[in-house]
């Protein structure tokens, strides 16, 4: 995400040619829209604006940034899970 984000801003100002994938970036961004690029290869499917989306992207991030640092949780917000049929799978 960083990386296309840097070439959007150096396309922006004429350091790079604006391709047709960083043009669709900027306008989905300009219009506060999930980029396609990101949905389905880098983040979760979702129909929340980016702002929104953004958002929870880092609670889910720190979600389970917490399980990593302090082990499992006590309560498991399931909704934050990008694929929570695997975990109800594995909790059976």
Do not use: C, Y
Not at 1 to 15: S, T
Not at 46 to 56: N, Q, R, T
């Amino acid at each position: 995400m960083r990386e296309m984000l840097v070439n959007v801003q150096r396309a922006l100002i004429g350091e790079v040619v604006m391709s047709e994938d960083l043009e669709a970036m900027s306008e989905a961004l300009f219009n506060n829209q999930v980029p396609l690029a990101w949905q389905p290869n880098i983040g979760f499917l979702s129909l929340k604006p980016l702002a929104s989306w953004i958002i929870d992207l880092l609670d889910r991030i720190h979600f389970l940034q917490k399980w990593v640092d302090n082990g499992p949780p006590a309560t498991f917000w399931i909704s934050g899970f990008f694929f929570p049929q695997a975990f109800f799978t594995g909790q059976m």
